[in-house]
């Protein structure tokens, strides 16, 4: 298989792969709002048909609200979707899901019309993953930025970075064919091709 063929395979599954992650953060979204949507009637509605006063009038038919908070068994937060003004859904509404000791370990939202995905370890405001409209990026366990994978300015590249989050090796396609950069240390390049 040549070179251009083993690019052009790469190419495609790169473009599968960024379609099918759109499939399933909207796919992921529906579901949310779907759960979301039941709790909610059945909050709302259940109580509310107890009683035959309740029954003449019927379940509310819209709810309208800028957060809706999930708590356990001992009234911690675990989830809360919301319409964000500040933080890192700023301007659009967020899904996250926090852990049994509340802190945020997954969030789906839409700041500023820019959908994204993330995943958090147990730090404090530090995503492990992050998936967006234009890539994908990873941090390691020391919350170093150490690979992405993405398409910017219509150029599909991936990025491999050290510890100290310098580029130390990259593959791009250009217009003119792939192109692969190792660097050293400082960032320079110390091979590239072609």
């Known amino acids: 298989m040549t070179i251009e063929e083993r690019l052009e395979n790469l190419e495609g599954e790169l473009t599968r792969a960024k379609r099918r992650n759109r499939w ?31 029954k003449a009038t019927g379940p509310a038919q819209v709810i309208r609200a800028t957060a809706f908070v999930l708590v356990d068994d ?28 509340g802190k945020m370990r997954a969030m789906l939202a839409l700041p500023l019309g820019q959908p994204s995905l993330t995943l958090h370890d147990d730090k404090d405001n530090s995503y492990r993953v992050l998936l967006q409209e234009d890539g994908l990026f990873l941090r390691d366990k020391n919350d170093k930025l150490r690979a992405g994978l993405g398409v910017i300015s219509g150029q599909p590249q991936l990025v491999l970075d050290d510890e100290n989050e310098k580029p130390r090796a990259g593959l791009i396609v250009v217009k003119k064919g792939p192109l692969v950069r190792l660097n050293d240390e400082d960032g320079k390049t110390i091979w590239q091709a072609p």
Do not use: C, I
């Open 24 to 54: 399933l953060v909207a796919a992921f979204g529906l579901g949310v709002l779907g759960l979301a949507g039941a709790w909610l009637t059945n909050e709302t509605a259940g109580p509310a048909l107890a009683g035959e006063a309740a």
């Open 74 to 101: 001992k009234g911690r937060e675990r989830g809360k979707f919301e319409m964000s003004k500040d933080g890192p859904a700023e301007g659009g509404p967020s899904l996250t899901l926090n852990d049994e000791k």
